[in-house]
């Protein structure tokens, strides 16, 4: 399952013994990772909402924004998120539940207000969704393949702007 403990333990430069004491085993390592790293976006999509204007589609707008952001500086999530959802091991239900549900809950409401209100079509709220997570993170997950193809560095900072833009224009009438 992954790397090894112990490569795991040089590369943070501790002991591989520090590692099984704190987190027993490598799930909870890895557990404890996802859990690092739900820790710093949970507060950022705070702020988000926060700031944006008043209005569902606002809110909506903004938190696809962040998310493409989001997305360009973390590009491994939408690895872990890939590797693990693609088959049914014993950290994808983890992974559900601590990365994507949060995130799923904040948008299916958005999205299910912003149908109500005319601004998404009426179609099923798990497919936008999937369209808003995916189409906003796998392009910079896989920057290689992107910029293979014309459109501009996606690595770069109009460029992303462009993206989160387009995503929202697809999405939001």
Known sequence: MGAARRRVAQRAETDTALSRYYFGSKLGLWNA????LTSQLNPELTTVLENAEDTNVEKLKATIRWFVLMSAQRPYLARIIVFEGGTQTERMPYVA????KPLYDLLSSLIEQ???DGHIPKV???TIFFMITHGGSFPMSMPGLTNAFR???IEGKAQLKRHADSLIQL???
């Open 124 to 126: 099923e709220t798990r």
């Open 171 to 173: 999405i939001i009438r």
């Open 33 to 36: 990772a996802i859990e690092h």
């Open 97 to 100: 539940q601590s990365i994507i």
């Open 114 to 116: 912003a149908k109500l």
């Open 151 to 153: 459109g501009g560095n």
